[in-house]
């Protein structure tokens, strides 16, 4: 559906042209869900932005990004007007920012349908409805006329969700969606994207900051640091031998109920330090300043991915296979 190759963004910053990603390749299948993994900074947000011609004002792209054969890194923005909320779709991280609140949920929900599908009023809130029941809120009709303040977090990101599929896009590309919900919910209406991606035939690329998430609801997963993908691969693959220290450094923060390292009064694991700014990322591996295992040459240059197993990489100068 959507492949990517060599993709490389550039920003301005008060520290002069900084590159935020860093020569990211990856492709989106029809009915599949690559999970993008990584701590706030890594670049995660920004690879969604560049996927659906979003970039902040004085981004650079280059490299390439093809949507069923079409280039999308030389489209104007007309073109960019026809593809967004029609074949191409997103989740927003914070539905209350995303919603606006002066209108109702349905005409919201209506809006991509009347601009892509051309229906009329009644046609559209027909639909809208239709599609409120599709990510299952709770009393759909009676709240199509409600504003988004008048719901829950979670009932607003379902409205976020009816507008992302209601012109049944080829790919969905979900940030966080679940940010600030509770566990349940998280799992609920990421279990519903997953399901919803499988019964039309998405591509969905799923952005999460939660490893144990990521684990239930992707089918293949990449982890990024530094604007650079450092570990890809199938995720029980990961799940089972992640070869990265950055990776194994996260699965190692997480907690795990009943885990003997976890017991009563014992400290959870953390990685030191924090994301350098994009300014202060290295000329070698990004995650070199707080990696454990690094030598000189991390810092030195690049390292190359290295294959673990068949559709298994990690770029580290110090995997043994």
């Avoid at 949507?67 to 779709?89: K, M, P, S, T």
């Avoid at 969905?172 to 994207?193: N, V």
């Avoid at 390292?303 to 298994?312: K, Q």
Wanted: proline share 6%; glycine share 8%.
């Amino acid at each position: 559906m959507i492949t990517v190759t060599d993709l490389h963004v550039t920003l301005r910053s008060a520290r002069g042209e900084v590159e935020a990603l860093r020569g990211l390749s990856f492709a989106l299948q029809r009915g599949h869900t690559l999970g993008l993994i990584g701590e706030s900074g890594s670049g995660k947000s920004l690879t969604a932005l560049a996927l659906i011609g979003l970039l902040p004002d004085g981004a650079r792209a280059a490299g390439s990004v093809r949507f069923q054969e079409r280039e999308l890194l030389v489209q104007d923005e007309a073109a960019w007007c026809r593809l967004r909320g029609d074949r191409i779709a997103m989740v927003f991280q914070e539905p209350m920012t995303a919603l606006n609140p002066l209108h109702p949920i349905a005409r919201q929900i209506a809006e991509p349908l009347r601009l892509h599908r051309g229906l009329g009023t009644a046609a559209a809130r027909a639909e809208a409805l239709r599609l409120l029941d599709r990510v299952r809120l709770a009393d759909a009709r009676a709240r199509l006329d409600a504003y988004p303040h008048q719901l829950s977090g979670g009932q607003r990101q379902r409205v976020g969700i009816a507008i992302a599929l209601a012109c049944a896009p080829d790919v969905l590309l979900a940030d966080e969606p679940t940010t600030a919900l509770d566990a349940t919910l998280q799992r609920e209406l990421l279990g519903l994207l997953r399901e919803l991606v499988r019964e039309d035939g998405m591509a969905m690329l799923l952005i999460s900051h939660d490893l144990g998430l990521m684990a239930e609801h992707s089918d293949e997963l990449m982890v990024m640091y530094g604007g650079r993908i450092v570990e890809a691969g199938p995720t029980a693959a990961l799940a089972a031998r992640a070869a990265h220290p950055y990776t194994r450094a996260l699965q190692a923060a997480r907690p795990r109920l009943g885990a003997q390292a976890h017991r009563a009064g014992a400290r959870l694991p953390t990685i030191p330090g924090s994301v350098p700014a994009l300014a202060d990322l290295p000329p070698g591996c990004p995650y070199a300043d707080r990696c454990a295992e690094a030598v000189e040459a991390c810092r030195a240059a690049v390292p190359p991915a290295v294959v673990v197993a068949p559709g298994h990489a990690a770029a580290c100068l110090r995997i043994v296979r």
